[in-house]
């Protein structure tokens, strides 16, 4: 009598997204005087102010506008939550842009970057910034898309 090996079991599916950073911290200030904004770039994460225009840029803040991102930005879980629950709260739950004024601490928020990167963020800091709002201090975890 043959033995047969057993039939080799799929390979399991490629995940969806791969880690890329935890816990990063950034600000966006509310800057002076003029129409000014502070622009960050979650894939990096980098963040720039005053009369800037940034390559990669995922969100803005200021110029008498809220905080607003250029694909997705949802309301999420105070609690990290996967980053595909993350994803579908960027796109299901908009809010499309929200004033600083309309922000609590321990809010949180789920981008969809210009590279498709996913990115849990919360409001974890508000300190007086200017006459044109609060600097917002949030700390934001990404998730890459799986072979990129």
């Not at 894939?43 to 905080?67: F, I, N, Q, R, T």
């Not at 974890?124 to 917002?136: T, Y």
């Amino acid at each position: 009598m043959t033995s047969t090996a057993p039939p080799s079991a799929p390979a399991a599916p490629e995940p969806g997204y791969v880690d890329g950073y935890e816990d990063r911290r950034f600000t966006l200030t509310a800057t002076e005087g003029g129409c000014l904004s502070s622009v960050a770039d979650l894939d990096e994460p980098a963040v720039e102010s005053g009369e800037v225009s940034m390559k990669g840029e995922d969100m803005s803040y200021g110029c008498g506008d809220g905080l607003s991102a250029k694909k997705y930005f949802g309301a999420a879980s105070a609690s990290l939550p996967t980053p595909e629950n993350c994803a579908r709260d960027a796109k299901a739950n908009s809010v499309g842009e929200i004033s600083d004024s309309d922000m609590n601490l321990g809010q949180a928020f789920c981008v969809i970057t210009d590279e498709d990167a996913v990115v849990w963020m919360k409001l974890v800091k508000k300190s007086p910034g200017s006459v044109n709002g609060d600097n917002l201090t949030f700390l934001a975890t990404l998730w890459k898309p799986a072979g990129v």
